[in-house]
Nanobody, 116 residues
Framework: QLQLVESGGGLVQPGGSLRLSCAAS????????VGWFRQAPGKEREGVSC????????YYTDSVKGRFTISRDNAKNTVYLQMNSLKPEDTAVYYC?????????WGRGTQVTVSS
């Protein structure tokens, strides 16, 4: 089966850190652009970060620049999102997407809650 699974979410206090993982099975993630998205209640899904398949160039939305880092571990067929200095407004369900046109795969999401 072709599958993309997120993990690493949970409850963390403001200022804390989490590392999310996006693990692929059934296909080679190295050949895909991988993006992290998030959706908070009552809000549209927004792009958070992405990493290219070739030179691993990266993109971050303004609200997470300097706090989040996206990276690849090709040997583990996994993409990570290191999240530091977390804020309550980071609370959302985080989704991973892998794109290699015309194919696109979505994970089912992992909940991140930042609260005291």
């Amino acid at each position: 089966q072709l599958q993309l699974v997120e993990s690493g979410g949970g409850l963390v206090q403001p200022g804390g850190s989490l590392r999310l993982s996006c693990a692929a099975s059934g296909f080679t993630l190295d050949y895909y652009v991988v993006g992290w998205f998030r959706q908070a209640p009552g809000k549209e899904r927004e792009g958070v970060s992405c990493i290219s398949s070739g030179n691993s160039s990266t993109y971050y939305t303004d609200s997470v620049k300097g706090r989040f880092t996206i990276s690849r571990d090709n040997a583990k067929n996994t993409v990570y999102l290191q999240m530091n200095s977390l804020k309550p407004e980071d609370t959302a369900v985080y989704y991973c997407n892998a794109l290699r046109s015309p194919r696109s795969y979505w994970g089912r999401g992992t909940q991140v809650t930042v609260s005291s």
